[in-house]
């Protein structure tokens, strides 16, 4: 399998890569790049914040952050970002998850990148990339550490933490301001909600949401579609995931994170894997608190715990 992969990538090597997966936009509102942002959701007390970061030099709103961190301190702080969903033609940086982490020792941070209507693949991946490497480079000035950095990301966002989970040493999807090469893209841990990861399942050829996405049909690109299902790239090498989908959902098929989530155990990467019963694409199933607890105990074992027991060294 990865003699594979690396036979794609040389055949390709040239080509644009183009998206992934058929995702319906049912519900999904798309917003003008210059659109104000809506007021964040209150902030609890203690937290300080920093706007619209450019993470690209001149990339403007699309290609910008948001930096959460905790007023106080006592050790290297690990870092969430938080990437948002919305077929890739939606959504923006504002209304992250994982604030209530901050009070417990996280950073946060949440991204905008590049929607369909703006720019098509792989800038989205490239946008994903080039932040990693701006938080990790510029992580000692607001207290981070640099080797524990995580992604979480929902739908369209939880393809695009997958492909951050499973690519950082492969520089196909580099683009050119994705970053200096010499920081690295890597990401310690991945927490993929319902993200699609397969484009050689039956039906994901036939949506306009993948129209969108690359820019023309989607029978002219089904080459560079499987080069942009994460599901390809998995290897020893792959981050730690924690996969969870809705039962019920009609909108990325939950077959989606089971093969990853099996492909991912077959290359003996950990990864956890567990299903939403009543939930469909997103809802209020996801954010119960038995499965924030499951969340927490992941970061807090890839990047809290680390942390603490180099300092206890030290």
């Known amino acids: 399998m990865r003699g594979f992969k690396y036979k794609i990538f040389l ?3 040239t080509a644009a890569l183009s998206a992934p997966f058929s995702v319906t936009a049912q519900n999904e509102q798309s917003r003008p790049i210059a659109k104000t942002l809506r007021p964040s959701r209150p902030l609890p007390e203690g937290v300080k914040t920093l706007k619209n970061i450019e993470y690209v030099p001149g990339g403007g709103a699309s290609r910008s952050l948001d930096l959460y961190l905790p007023e106080k301190a006592e050790h290297p702080l690990p870092l969430i ?18 604030i209530r982490f901050i009070s417990r020792g996280y950073a ?3 991204i905008n990148y590049r929607l369909s209507g703006e720019a098509k693949f ?3 991946i490239n946008d994903c990339r080039a932040a990693v490497r701006y938080l990790r480079a510029h992580a000692r000035e607001w207290g981070i550490h640099p080797d524990y950095i995580a992604v979480w990301g929902g739908s369209a966002g939880g393809h695009l933490v997958s492909l951050l989970g499973t690519t950082a040493d492969i520089k196909n999807f580099d683009g050119k301001d994705s970053g200096p090469a010499s920081v690295s893209p890597r990401v310690q841990a991945v927490v993929d909600w319902y993200g699609p990861s397969d484009a050689q399942m039956p039906g994901m050829f036939n949506s306009s949401v993948f129209k969108d996405l690359i820019g023309g049909s989607p029978e002219e690109y089904k ?5 942009a299902s994460p599901i390809l790239y998995v290897s020893s090498n792959s981050a730690p995931f924690l996969i969870m989908h809705g039962e019920q959902d009609h909108t990325v098929s939950i ?4 093969r990853l989530y099996e492909a991912l155990k077959k290359a003996g990467v950990e990864a956890t894997y567990k299903p ?3 939930a469909g694409h997103g809802g209020k199933e996801f954010t119960k608190t038995e499965n924030l607890k499951v969340i927490m105990d992941f970061f807090d074992r890839h990047l809290m ?8 060294k030290q």
């Open 223 to 227: 080459e560079k579609a499987l080069l």
């Open 81 to 98: 970002i938080w990437i948002h969903g919305g077929a890739w033609k939606g959504g923006d940086k504002n209304t992250p998850l994982g």
């Open 122 to 124: 792989p800038a989205q």
């Open 276 to 278: 939403i019963p009543g």
């Open 11 to 13: 055949v390709f090597l």
């Open 305 to 312: 715990r680390p942390i603490l027991r180099q300092m206890k």
């Open 108 to 110: 946060l941070a949440s």
């Open 255 to 258: 077959q989606h994170s089971v």
